[in-house]
């Protein structure tokens, strides 16, 4: 059997616009799970797939596609081309575009897999996919199997216990499938799931919370149960709900996978977390439903960053080791301190959706504004650049709110951020707010003038931010030509910062090189040149 992976995600119509420098942790976990069996498996990107020949249609006879709702179209794309040519051939469906099951209706596939994958795929794997074994009773009694519109539906009936990252081992091997693998961000999973058990004003009122106490107040979250089966979490976000709380990998795994990538010359590593304070937190064994209590297990984390900061430091090239996100409430100055010593000049994304107190406690974040700007200062003393996610057009969303966010943007935000990145909201499949129908923002023009108030006060925040970077020494990996200007190349920090343009009339592609920033191109974008 030859089984392609064709990794669509963030690739919306087919192609990435955003992003383009990430690799995510699916498609490697999955191609991890036929290793496993010694089968043969490679990964390729949907852009690759759908616009190269058809060497990697022809020559696989099992597809799984791995895609999040935006990627639809790509999603699409991909499988009529596999249609076309290999008619008899099977497809299967992960990632987060599986959360939406009206999915069928658009997508013709042969089994979908909802949620945590691994055990699913091994079970179809030891039944060389005969698709009988779903009407098993064995499968019955693990898996909630959904027949719709001719495609399966397959979910783990409980969520996959700490073992699951013992038993199945991402792959290391097929990174070297992603031609841009060497100067990519290469995400490692540290962490599945999230602590945030909390339940918002928003989705209580509209889910008909009957008031049993349960999720009240952050820091006395025990199980996470909701009698009236509310979703948990974050208004906007379906982590909680679809892998419950937090389990964390071993360092020794952990070790090992990053040794592994970098050795076959990845530069970058982020480790992947929904929060990656939520790191062996709590008692072991005791699954942790409170965003706050107990505080973050400095030790674990501690000899993680070491153990990790010496792999890194070890590689004869300069290669960088950073977090994704962390979760506000989690964030104290020894912590910061901490990772300020063992990763300086990561980046930092910190989730704060809104300045406004009201609506954050409305949506269900874990803690107010006033402690993500504190989490932002303490890692801003200690010279990380921390990044600031916010979201507008969230349901419960006023005038007020935006003016408030905007206001912070302006006045307060320069001494403790590098950067803003704000989204629009998007109703995500079995998230709390889609799945008990809280009601999006009526339509207002002013509404409409606010959100682009506070959009332009973004993009001129980042701006003024990176002229400030003017004079700064940057190590660069030197990726790609930069299509829009002649001879110059688009480079990487190799530690955190934006893309930067740099003008070479020799050819410098894969080169590390410390880059002098000279300009602004736009607040995404810095002009650069090699220092001598
Ligand atoms: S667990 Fe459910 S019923 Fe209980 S307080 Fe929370 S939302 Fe209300």
């Known amino acids: 059997m030859n089984v392609l992976i064709v990794d669509a995600l963030a690739a919306n119509e087919g192609r990435r616009k955003f ?8 498609p490697r976990l999955v191609a991890g799970v036929f290793e496993k069996y010694k089968l043969n498996v490679r990964i390729k990107r949907v852009e690759d797939f759908i616009e190269e020949n058809d060497e990697g249609v022809n020559s696989s006879d099992l597809f799984l596609i791995s895609a999040m709702s935006v990627d639809k179209v790509a999603v699409q794309k991909a499988i009529k081309k596999i249609s076309k040519k290999q008619q008899n051939s099977k497809i299967i469906l992960g990632g987060p575009i599986l959360s939406e099951k009206d999915l069928t209706k658009e997508i013709q596939f042969d089994v979908g897999v909802i949620g945590e994958g691994e055990r699913i795929i091994e079970g179809l794997i030891r039944c060389d996919f005969d698709f009988s074994f779903f009407q098993e009773q064995k499968s019955a009694d693990r898996f909630s199997i959904e027949k719709k519109n001719g495609s399966l539906l397959v979910k783990e009936k409980s969520i996959l216990g700490t073992g699951i990252f013992e038993e199945f081992i991402p792959s290391t091997e097929r990174i070297l499938d992603y031609p841009d693998y060497w100067f990519s961000k290469v995400y490692v999973e540290l962490v599945r799931g999230c602590s945030n058990h909390y339940r918002g004003e928003l989705v209580k009122t509209a889910g008909g919370c009957s008031g049993c106490g349960e999720c009240d107040d952050p820091d006395t979250i025990i199980t996470g149960d909701c009698p009236e089966n509310i979703p948990a979490g974050c208004g906007f976000c379906s982590v909680s709900a679809t892998f419950g709380p937090p389990r964390s990998k071993k360092l020794n795994q952990v070790e090992k996978e990053v040794e592994d990538l970098l050795s076959k010359g990845v530069r970058r590593i982020v480790l992947s977390a929904p929060g990656f304070l939520d790191y062996f937190r709590g008692r072991k064994k005791e699954e942790v439903y409170s965003p706050t209590k107990p505080e973050a297990n400095y030790a674990e984390i501690a000899n993680l960053l070491q153990s990790l900061s010496e792999i890194r430091d070890n590689q ?4 960088s080791i950073s977090i994704e996100n962390v979760k506000p409430s989690l964030v104290t100055k020894k912590i910061a301190n901490l990772i300020g010593k063992s990763l300086p ?12 107190t009201s609506l954050s406690n409305k949506i269900g974040r874990p803690s107010e504004p006033n402690t993500a ?6 890692f801003f003393d200690e010279g990380l650049s921390t990044q600031i996610y916010l979201i507008h057009s969230l349901p419960g969303e006023t005038v007020k709110s935006l003016e408030i966010t905007k206001e912070v943007v302006e006045n307060k935000l320069s001494n403790f951020a590098d950067k803003i990145t704000v989204y629009r909201y998007l109703s995500l499949p079995g998230s709390p707010f889609t799945v008990t129908g809280v009601p999006l923002p009526t339509k207002r023009h002013l509404l409409d003038i606010r959100r682009n108030e506070l ?9 003024e931010k990176k002229k400030k970077m003017i ?3 940057v190590i660069t990996i030197i990726a790609e030509k930069d299509k829009v200007r002649k001879n110059t190349f688009i480079g990487y920090p190799i530690f955190s910062g934006p893309a930067i343009s740099v003008y070479s009339e020799k050819p410098i592609i894969g080169n590390t090189y410390r880059i002098k920033v000279i300009g602004v191109i736009s607040d995404k974008l810095l002009e650069g040149e090699i220092s001598i």
């Open 471 to 473: 004079g700064d020494e």
């Open 19 to 26: 992003s383009r420098d990430a690799i995510g942790a699916g």
């Open 455 to 463: 959009k332009k006060a973004i993009i001129q925040f980042n701006l």
């Open 373 to 378: 700007l504190e989490a932002s200062r303490f």
């Open 316 to 319: 004869e090239e300069v290669c």
């Open 345 to 356: 000049k990561t980046s930092i994304s910190i989730g704060c959706e809104t300045f406004d």
